[in-house]
């Protein structure tokens, strides 16, 4: 229980980006009160907190409905885990972190930002829609994994909640240094994991033999 707990702790932290997000909040944020910052954040991680709380519990049971097995699921997940990761390694522009230039434009026009952009896609984006639902399926119904995978997802969302309210400090104190060197390590981190899955997926669906 407590693998599994470190394990999906280590993957929502990394794929929901907590840093790079009170970073982007700061940033679309200048002019804005602290208690107008407040009620922002607040909203935004009780929407992302909902989304991804139910990708988590209802993304594998629906997908199995379609026809997904659970080893497409594990190779599909570390497929794209391993993309945000390798994003995170060698800290590109197009990271999955980042929003598009369209995005930010029409993020500045927004009256309420809780939502768009930062509920969506920057907290529960598609990486870490895709993680609760890889780490679900990695419970095989066991409850005492299945807990700790939401109660990780609990202690991530606390913690962006905290990480945005401070969010303007933290970026001053921080620096771009050691903003970077903290998503490389998470996104080494990530990256095992990810491979992880899809050497997991790989062997589960049969399609290289026992003596392969």
Do not use: Y
Request: hydrophobic residues 55%; glycine residues 10%.
């Amino acid at each position: 229980m407590l693998g599994a707990a470190l394990t999906s702790f280590t993957t929502f932290f990394a794929t929901v980006g907590p840093i790079e997000a009170a970073v982007i909040f700061a940033t679309l944020t200048p002019g804005v009160s602290s208690q107008e910052r407040q009620r922002i954040a607040l909203r935004a991680t009780l929407i992302a907190s909902t989304i991804l709380l139910g990708s988590t519990l209802a993304g594998g049971p629906l997908l199995k409905q379609l026809g997904v097995s659970i080893p497409a699921l594990q190779t599909a997940g570390g497929i794209i885990l391993l993309v945000i990761a390798l994003d995170m390694v060698f800290a590109r522009p197009t990271s999955a972190f980042k929003l598009t230039p369209s995005e930010g434009a029409e993020a500045q026009r927004k009256d309420d930002l809780a939502v768009f952009p930062l509920a969506t896609p920057l907290l529960a984006g598609p990486g870490a829609m895709s993680a609760g639902i890889l780490l679900a399926a990695n419970a095989h119904g066991n409850a005492l994994e299945l807990s700790a995978t939401v109660a990780a997802l609990a202690t991530v969302m606390a913690l962006t909640l905290v990480l945005l309210l401070v969010a303007h400090d933290l970026t001053r104190f921080l620096g771009v240094t050691a903003q970077r060197v903290l998503m490389r390590v998470f996104g080494i981190l990530l990256a095992a994991i990810a491979v992880q899955a899809l050497f997991d997926g790989i062997g589960a669906s049969g399609l290289i033999g026992p003596g392969a």
